[in-house]
């Protein structure tokens, strides 16, 4: 892991300890190594290195490590320091330092309307293990409840969503410069040189989770932006798993969840650009810049939906034949 200048940054913890955490659990699970990297989202050869004890994990890799563990690591002395828990939408190895101005703006936002003791307890009611496995959904399942939501905003089939207008109740939005408090190091960092690093997070502000404030990049391009947001809008609406920003030792890192990750950013894409108007746009001939055009979207993210659609061939054009031997 590497701030902005590139400069690797370790978290500081007892190596030895950790071995012994990693290998106990997941003999204790009967885990193989594989299957632990796709569980917790990290690679195969990472694991493999640090239980030979050939190299330290990096930030990201050692947070996703350490909540895995859960109990296990605390009882081996790992702990973690300046927890929050929140929807995240960044770079999935983002840096330590635009992690640590992200971790900073989510607890000036939870300060701005709990105390320090609720902020707490709003950080530990939103542990992992109490939260379950996360739940994948089906293609068939997220496409009818993108079209649900569009229906239920009173859109017709192929009608454009002004998708930055869209309002939840008991959520607010925010771009960084609104942000009460936030100190002039963080502000200039997060549109800085961390610009490119993350896209937006949403804060749960109460025990409930019925109140949030969503933080959406505005350095970012308006289509861009759309997307964003609505996979934040997403993870507030289907009750996603919490991620984890906090500090270890002398680096910041973030957990991820790989499908939830996923669902919500197919849940968005399919909202934006609807499966009916696309299936008609591309057996229509239309490029995915004319039909990004027309929904406000970028042409990867058109490209996107029509692979996932299954229709690639079509819009490729790509003939196939049986040939006789």
């Not at 400069?7 to 190596?15: G, P």
């Not at 490119?196 to 959406?216: I, Q, T």
Request: hydrophobic content about 40%; proline content about 2%.
């Amino acid at each position: 892991m590497s701030t902005c200048a590139n400069r690797t940054i370790k978290m500081s913890v007892d190596n030895v300890k950790l071995i012994n955490a990693l290998k106990n659990k997941r003999n204790a699970e009967g885990l193989s190594l594989r299957k632990l990297a796709t569980q917790i989202g990290v690679s195969f050869s990472t694991l493999a290195r640090i239980e030979r004890g050939d190299g330290e994990p990096d930030n990201n890799s050692l947070l996703r490590i350490l909540d895995w563990l859960g109990i296990h690591g605390e009882q081996a002395g790992l702990k973690f320091e300046n927890v929050a828990l929140v929807h995240f939408r960044a770079a999935k190895n983002v840096t330590s330092l635009t992690t640590k101005f992200l971790l900073e703006t989510a607890h000036i936002l939870k300060k701005q309307y709990f105390s320090d003791v609720e902020c707490d307890q709003i950080s530990n009611a939103g542990d992992n293990e109490a939260q379950g496995p996360a739940l994948a959904l089906s293609k068939p399942e997220m496409e009818e409840m993108s079209q649900k939501l569009r229906s239920d905003l009173g859109l017709k089939k192929k009608e454009v969503l002004n998708a930055l207008g869209l309002r939840i109740r008991g959520v607010d939005v925010f771009v960084p410069r609104d942000v009460d408090d936030l100190g002039k190091g963080c502000l200039k960092h997060l549109t800085g040189k961390g610009a490119d690093e993350w896209s937006a997070m949403s804060v749960p502000l109460n025990l409930g989770e019925d109140k949030w404030a969503v933080v959406r990049n505005d350095c970012h391009s308006l289509e861009r932006q759309r997307v964003t947001y609505l996979e934040e809008c997403w993870h507030i609406l289907l009750g996603h798993k919490l991620t984890k920003v906090a500090k270890i030792g002398n680096a910041y890192g973030r957990t991820y969840e790989s499908s939830e990750e996923h669902d919500a950013f197919y849940l968005a894409a399919a909202t934006l650009l609807p499966e009916q108007a696309v299936r008609e746009a591309v057996e229509d001939g239309k490029s995915a810049e004319e039909i990004g055009q027309n929904f406000g979207t970028s042409p990867d993210l058109v490209e996107y939906r029509i692979k996932r659609m299954g229709l690639w061939r079509v819009y490729k054009s790509i003939s196939i034949e049986i040939s006789e031997s």
